[in-house]
């Protein structure tokens, strides 16, 4: 009888946790590979590539800088720039050497895989493999379209229960549609500095976002099932 108690009282806890955590995120849905926040204002996020700044020639080097800067002047809104490191664990690259190495019917290539198993076992030994990933937010509010004076009779910013209310669907169309145009625009713009920006759709920003919120299980390679239902 205790241990029921006990069990149904953790479950509680548990409930009231995730209901605590979901009421500080701004996130209110994810649709069609866009953000709905709460404040009635939409995101779309772009995946964006890297380059070896380093490793260019000098001229090179004042070409991007003069690329990203001109690019950077050229918006009209706002956007932000989000840097995301991930520590990566190699076991299962380190298990996929191991199986190859078994599956070796030839005694030179069998030794040579042993050995790189173990170079990369002892190069990592004590340090931390991080990875990088690069983003960028883009964004677009209803008020842009109603203007400021529309807006505030629609939208009271002040009033929670408003701010809660979901997006029509004929706003939601009409936002997505500019907040698209935006997305190319800034695609383009990043690839005359010689990087590729991809837009992510709906399973990969439940994935970035429940990786963030759980750093462990996402470090080992474990993510949850997606349901279809959420795939909107």
């Known amino acids: 009888m205790r241990i029921s108690i006990l069990v149904k009282i953790r479950k509680l806890v548990i409930t009231m946790a995730e209901s605590a955590t979901q009421a500080f995120l701004e996130i209110q849905d ?24 380093a490793l260019k020639s000098e001229e090179e080097q004042t070409a991007v ?9 050229s918006l009209d809104f706002f956007c932000q720039i989000v840097i995301q490191s991930r520590k990566i664990n190699i076991t299962p690259y380190l298990d996929g ?28 030994v004590g340090d931390t493999i991080m990875t990088k990933n690069f983003y960028m937010v883009i964004p677009y509010n209803l008020m842009e379209i109603f203007g400021l004076k529309g807006a505030s009779k629609k939208f009271n910013p002040f009033k929670q229960t408003q701010q809660n209310q979901p997006m029509k669907d004929d706003e939601f169309q009409r936002c997505k549609t500019q907040l698209w145009q935006r997305l190319e625009y800034v695609s383009m713009g990043l690839r005359r500095c010689g ?18 919120h759980h750093p462990d299980q996402a470090e080992i390679g474990y993510y949850p099932e997606i349901l279809p239902e959420l795939l909107k």
Not at 36 to 44: A, F, P, V, W
Not at 97 to 122: G, H, P, V
């Open 65 to 73: 800088v003069y690329a990203f800067q001109n690019f950077l002047n």
């Open 30 to 53: 994810i649709r069609e590979g866009i953000l709905l926040l709460k404040n009635t204002s939409i995101r779309g996020v772009l995946m964006v590539s890297s380059i070896n700044f």
């Open 97 to 124: 050497l191991k199986d190859l190495e078994e599956r070796q019917t030839n005694a030179l290539l069998r030794e040579q895989t042993s050995s790189y198993r173990e170079f990369i076992k002892n190069m990592v």
């Open 195 to 212: 990087l590729e920006a991809v837009p992510l759709t709906t399973p990969e920003l439940i994935e970035l976002f429940w990786s963030i």
